[in-house]
């Protein structure tokens, strides 16, 4: 049972430039999350998608866009990077969010803007 | 706002029990999660409460006192695997599906 597979691992950018992460969801989940996590902080939520619409944005600028697609799989588009933007992109699986059901996380995509 | 605060480092010895804090200033929720981290990998999920009471999985339990504000996660027999960081996390009332963590608590293991 393939868990939350995300591309690529490591990824390093130069400011302004573009980027698009990707993320397949746990097998049976239609619910994808994405959050950003500096390092030695907690992840921060960016935004959630579910039925190929964005249902919910964290606080994050309209730089972060995403898309998903009928099969559940999921893209993050960042552009005009910034260095700030330097982050772990973590990309969460869930079904239809009954309250309490976990998030299931990919190992994430490490992003370096330089 | 909403906010979890969670001590930044603790460290404990193999055999031992350590017990994680997390305290919350939010609104209505519906249960208080914990996830465990390595470095360099991928949240798991460890503990879900959605009453107030203790949850016991194994070798962890987990806590919640919804007057009182207060989680913690409780490890025993402390494994040097146990190594990693460890989050508290909350999803809030009103329509919302994002979840809030906490600012994480690096657990070392001594041998």
């Known amino acids: 049972d393939a868990g939350v597979t995300q591309s690529p691992t490591h990824l390093i950018k130069t400011r302004g430039q573009q980027v698009t992460l990707r993320c397949s969801p746990k097998?049976?989940?239609?619910?994808v999350s994405w959050y950003q996590q500096a390092l030695g902080q907690g992840p921060q939520f960016i935004f959630q998608?579910?039925?190929?619409?964005?249902?919910q944005r964290g606080n994050f600028p309209d730089r972060f866009s995403g898309h998903q697609f009928p099969n559940y799989s999921s893209e993050l588009n960042v552009n005009a990077l910034l260095l700030g933007d330097s982050a772990l992109y973590l990309c969460?699986?869930?079904?239809?969010?009954?309250?309490?059901?976990?998030?299931?996380f990919g190992n994430g995509t490490r992003l370096t803007v330089t | 706002g909403q906010s979890l605060e969670q001590p930044s480092e603790v460290t404990a010895v193999e055999g031992a029990i350590v017990q994680i804090n997390c305290t919350y200033q939010?609104?209505?929720?519906?249960?208080l999660s914990w996830y465990q981290q390595h470095d360099g990998g991928a949240p798991t999920f460890l503990s879900y409460?959605?009453?107030?009471g203790l949850e016991e999985t194994g070798r962890f339990s987990s806590f919640l006192s919804r007057s009182d504000s207060y989680g913690y996660l409780l490890l025993q027999e402390l494994q040097m695997k146990d190594s990693a960081s460890y989050f508290c996390?909350?999803?809030?009332?009103?329509?919302?599906?994002?979840?809030?963590f906490g600012t994480g608590t690096r657990l070392k293991v001594l041998a």
């Open positions: 409460n959605a009453l107030d």
């Open positions: 097998s049976g989940h239609d619910t």
């Open positions: 996390a909350v999803r809030g009332f009103s329509g919302t599906y994002k979840y809030i």
């Open positions: 969460a699986s869930s079904t239809q969010q009954a309250t309490g059901a976990p998030l299931h």
């Open positions: 998608y579910y039925e190929e619409e964005e249902r």
């Open positions: 939010t609104s209505g929720f519906y249960g």
